[in-house]
Structure formats: C-alpha cells, structure tokens
C-alpha cells in the first residue's frame, strides 16, 4: 500500500515493484511458506508438483470484490482451508462446517 499523501511515491512504488518481482517473489514465498499469488512465481515446478499446493496455484487467479463481513468470510474460509491442508478435517467436514459458519455469518442482521 502507497499512502496517498506520502512524500516518497517513486521509492515506495519501486520497493513495490522489487518485492513482487519474480526472483525476489519466488524467494519470499519459499521461505514464508506461503501460497504463491504471483501467476508466474506460482507456475514454477516446486509449486505445481507440490501436493498440497498444486490445487491452489492451478485455480484461475482473480480479485474477489469485497461484500459486507468478506473478511470474516474470508478468515472463516482460511482456517478451515488450513486444517483440511493439515489432515484434520476431510473434504465434506471442510465443506460443511464451514458453510455452516458463514452462513450463520452471514444471516446476523
């Protein structure tokens, strides 16, 4: 994020440009131990052979547009996605509960 009113524009947007570049990227998210949101990073051999990762870097990529309470929707889905990614939950478990949740999120008026 670049502030609007920020006095260093030019640097902030090129350690913006740095940071997301492929190398430093590829880097990052080897080390973060994180899922790839860099199409040409998440194209790189170690992460579509990985087996639990190759689900999620073969997905289309897009923006999901946010919508009231998307980021608790979206904290919903991330902890039920991590403990089916670490076994503890199967699909359907994983798929039920967590509609359940944000169902129940979701229908709060």
Do not use: H
Request: with cysteine.
């Amino acid at each position: 994020v670049v502030p609007v009113d920020t006095k260093v524009e030019n640097e902030a947007w090129d350690l913006i440009d740095y940071m997301m570049s492929d190398s430093v990227y590829s880097r990052y998210a080897s080390i973060g131990g994180v899922i790839p949101t860099v199409k040409s990073v998440a194209d790189e051999e170690v992460y579509r052979n990985d087996e639990f990762l190759k689900t999620f870097v073969s997905q289309e990529m897009e923006t999901v547009q946010p919508f009231p309470r998307f980021y608790q929707v979206m904290d919903i889905l991330g902890a039920y996605i991590e403990r089916f990614c670490y076994g503890r939950l199967s699909v359907e478990e994983t798929l039920e509960r967590a509609e359940k949740e944000i169902n129940a999120l979701l229908a709060v008026t």
